[in-house]
C-alpha cells in the first residue's frame, strides 16, 4: 500500500482545479456551520447511495487473508466492535459522539435491550433523522440530543462506555472533544474511535500533491482536518486517557474508497458539464465537493499520507 499513481493525482488536481480552484478551496474555514450544511445537503444522498439504514461511515471489506464482505456487512463492523466492548465491559450507559443518522446508536440498542443507549451530533436533520428511523424500528432504549460534543450535557461520571465513528475528525477543538470525553466516562470507562488520521504531521509531507490531496480530502467532507495520530494520542493523554489497543485499518477501508473513486471521477472527467452543473446548481455543491474526496481517497490511503485507525482507550 506504499505506491500510489503520481501521474494520475496529477491529472486530478488538475481537473479538480478547473471545476473549483483548488487555491479557494484550500482557504476555506471549516467551521461547525460548514459541516452542518454538509449534512444537510447530503443526508439524503448517503441514505440513497450509501446506506438505506442510516451508516454515514465507511466499510471495513476484510481482514488481510479472510473472504471479503459486502457493503452492508461492511459497515457493520464498527458497531460490531463496539457491541464486542459493551459486552466486555458489562456497559449499561452508552454515548456515541457524532451519531449521524442513528445507524449504529440504534444497531447497540437493539443488541442491548437493558442498556441505554444516547447518540449525540450537531446536526439537526441528523437527529431528526435518527429518531424517525428508531421510531420506525421501534426501539424505545435509544435517544438522540442535538449538542456539540465539544460541550455535552450530561453529567461527570455517567456513562460506561463512549465511542465516536469518523465524527471527532470534524472537531474543531480536539481537546475539548477528549476532556469532554473523559468527564462523562466513569472510571475506568472506555472510549473506542474510527477514524482517519495523518500518519506523520503534515508539514513534514514533502509531496506537495499529496499534501493537497489530503488537505482537499478534508475540505470536501466539511471536516477541520485530519491529526497526526501520535499528536492526537498526546491530547488523549493530556485529557487522562490511556491508550489500549491501537490498529491500523487502512486496508480495510481501501476497496470502499476505490469505488467511491468510480464515481466521483467521472464528474471531474467532465469538467466543463460541471462547471454548468455548478453554476446552475443542479446538484447541491456539498455533493460536488464530497465528490472530490471522493477522487482523492485512495492516494491519500495508498501513500500511507493517511490511515484509518480503531483505537481503544481508557480513563
Ligand atoms: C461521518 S458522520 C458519522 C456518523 C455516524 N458516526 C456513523 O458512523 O454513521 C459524522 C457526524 O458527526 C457529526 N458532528 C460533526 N461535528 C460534530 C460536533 N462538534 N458535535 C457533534 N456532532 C458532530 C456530524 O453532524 C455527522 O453527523
Known amino acids: 500500500m506504499s505506491n500510489y499513481n503520481k501521474k494520475e493525482l496529477q491529472t486530478y488536481l488538475n481537473k479538480i482545479d478547473r471545476v473549483f480552484k483548488i487555491d479557494k478551496l484550500l482557504s476555506t474555514k471549516v467551521d461547525e456551520d460548514l459541516t ?7 443526508g439524503k444522498y448517503y441514505r440513497w447511495l450509501h446506506s438505506k439504514q442510516g451508516a454515514m461511515h465507511f466499510p471495513l471489506y476484510f481482514k488481510t487473508g479472510r473472504e471479503g464482505r459486502s457493503h452492508a456487512e461492511g459497515l457493520l463492523q464498527q458497531p460490531l466492535h463496539i457491541q464486542k466492548k459493551v459486552r466486555e465491559t458489562n456497559a449499561m450507559r452508552i ?12 444497531f447497540l440498542a437493539e443488541q442491548n435491550p437493558h442498556a441505554e443507549v444516547i447518540g449525540v451530533d450537531l446536526t439537526p436533520s441528523n437527529i431528526a433523522q435518527s429518531k424517525r428511523q428508531a421510531k420506525y424500528k421501534e426501539v424505545e432504549n435509544v435517544r438522540f440530543k442535538e ?4 460541550q455535552l450535557h450530561f453529567a461527570d461520571n455517567s456513562f460506561d462506555l463512549v465511542f465516536a465513528i469518523e ?3 470534524h472537531s474543531q477543538h480536539i481537546e475539548h472533544a477528549l476532556s469532554e470525553a473523559q468527564r462523562v466516562l466513569k472510571p475506568g470507562g472506555q472510549l473506542i474511535v474510527f477514524d482517519g488520521f495523518l500518519q506523520q504531521p503534515i508539514e513534514v509531507i514533502t509531496d506537495e500533491n499529496l499534501k493537497k490531496a489530503a488537505q482537499l480530502f478534508t475540505i470536501g467532507f466539511a471536516m477541520h482536518d485530519f491529526r497526526p495520530i501520535k499528536s492526537w494520542l498526546e491530547v488523549a493523554e493530556k485529557a487522562g486517557f490511556q491508550l489500549l489497543h491501537q490498529e491500523d485499518l487502512s486496508v480495510e477501508t481501501l476497496p470502499n474508497l476505490i469505488n467511491f473513486q468510480k464515481g466521483s471521477k467521472k464528474i ?4 466543463r458539464l460541471s462547471k454548468i452543473i455548478l453554476g446552475l446548481r443542479l446538484l447541491p455543491i ?6 472530490i474526496s471522493g477522487v482523492l481517497g485512495p492516494y491519500i490511503m495508498q501513500s500511507k499520507t493517511v490511515g484509518y485507525y480503531c483505537l481503544e482507550l481508557r480513563t
Do not use: T
Open 36 to 42: 452542518v450544511k454538509y449534512y444537510r445537503a447530503n
Open 95 to 106: 454515548l456515541e459522539l457524532g451519531s449521524g443518522q442513528g445507524f449504529n446508536s440504534i
Open 147 to 150: 449538542c456539540n460534543f465539544e
Open 167 to 169: 465524527s471527532l475528525s
Open 268 to 271: 471531474f472527467d467532465y469538467p
Open 286 to 291: 456539498p455533493l460536488l465537493k464530497h465528490a
